[in-house]
């Protein structure tokens, strides 16, 4: 959907935010060995 997006020149802010979302996920999982530790926030 972003591809489509930036061929056609549509903004897709939204779409643009969950796909960053998941990458930092998946890079969060993958130093974590698969794993996801959730932490109080200060």
Do not use: C, F, N, W
């Amino acid at each position: 959907v972003i591809e489509l997006g930036r061929l056609t020149d549509t903004p897709t802010p939204h779409i643009d935010t969950v796909y960053a979302l998941v990458k930092l996920l998946a890079k969060s999982m993958s130093e974590e060995k698969g794993q996801v530790q959730l932490r109080k926030a200060a």
